[in-house]
């Protein structure tokens, strides 16, 4: 296997032309503006961890790995996937792109964190609503016991554990260290008290 890169690391794409200068499709008519000749030679190939080209929002990266057979949930040393990237970096398009392809929205890390704990840890909500929309289970459960809900809980993500909890979220489930009701004690408490004080504040009157 020496000299062989990991399967994660995919070929950046690059196009032949400088395209702020010069089009193939429409070449300048002047041939002193006709720069064609200095783009005929295939630029030389660079590689890069797909996990980055995810971060950075680089689908013709992603396309031209998928178009050369690599797997849309290939893996790395730690078992992540490009969609689980995608749910933690919070890029949406990137995120509904893998969907289309194919991507196990239930994929599992080394930790058994599915892409629905990824996205809940950071509470990018509108990844949230589509991994469920794909069939991504609600109460997934990591190696210590956490699930998608005590993860947004634990980081304070209240519009995720609104959504979650509309969407039928377990909110009695306990973890190894019987956090579950604790964190979800806190987390009504904490709402209840907020609620409160919005109340009392649009009581109060505005004063110049």
């Known amino acids: 296997m020496g000299g062989e890169l990991p399967v ?3 070929e950046m794409y690059q196009p032949f032309t400088d395209t702020t200068r010069f089009s193939r499709s ?3 008519i002047h041939p002193i503006e006709d720069d064609s000749v200095w783009y005929i030679d295939e630029p030389k190939r660079k590689f890069i961890n797909i996990h980055s080209c995810v ?3 680089d689908q013709d990266s992603l396309s031209l790995a998928f178009i ?3 797997p849309v949930d290939v ?3 730690f078992s992540i ?3 689980m990237t995608a749910c933690s970096s919070g890029n949406y398009q990137i995120a509904k792109f893998l969907i289309e392809l194919g991507a196990n929205v239930k994929a599992a890390d080394q930790g058994n964190q599915t892409p629905l704990h990824y996205a809940c840890h950071e509470g990018h909500l509108d990844i949230i609503r589509m991994l469920l929309e794909s069939g991504a289970t609600v109460d997934s459960v990591s ?3 956490e699930t998608p809900l005590m993860r947004a809980i634990k980081y304070c993500r209240y519009s995720s554990v609104e959504y979650l909890i509309r969407s039928g979220a377990n909110v009695m489930a306990q973890n190894k260290q019987a956090l579950g009701k604790a964190a979800h004690q806190y987390f009504t408490t904490h709402l209840k008290k ?3 004080f919005q109340e009392n504040d649009s009581r109060e009157p505005h004063s110049l």
Request: no cysteine.
């Open 81 to 83: 996937t490009p969609l």
């Open 68 to 70: 050369k057979n690599v």
């Open 8 to 10: 994660h690391m995919i």
């Open 194 to 196: 907020e609620s409160s």
């Open 26 to 28: 429409r070449p300048p």
């Open 55 to 57: 971060r950075s929002g």
């Open 143 to 145: 190696t210590i016991g």
């Open 75 to 77: 893996t790395d040393e």
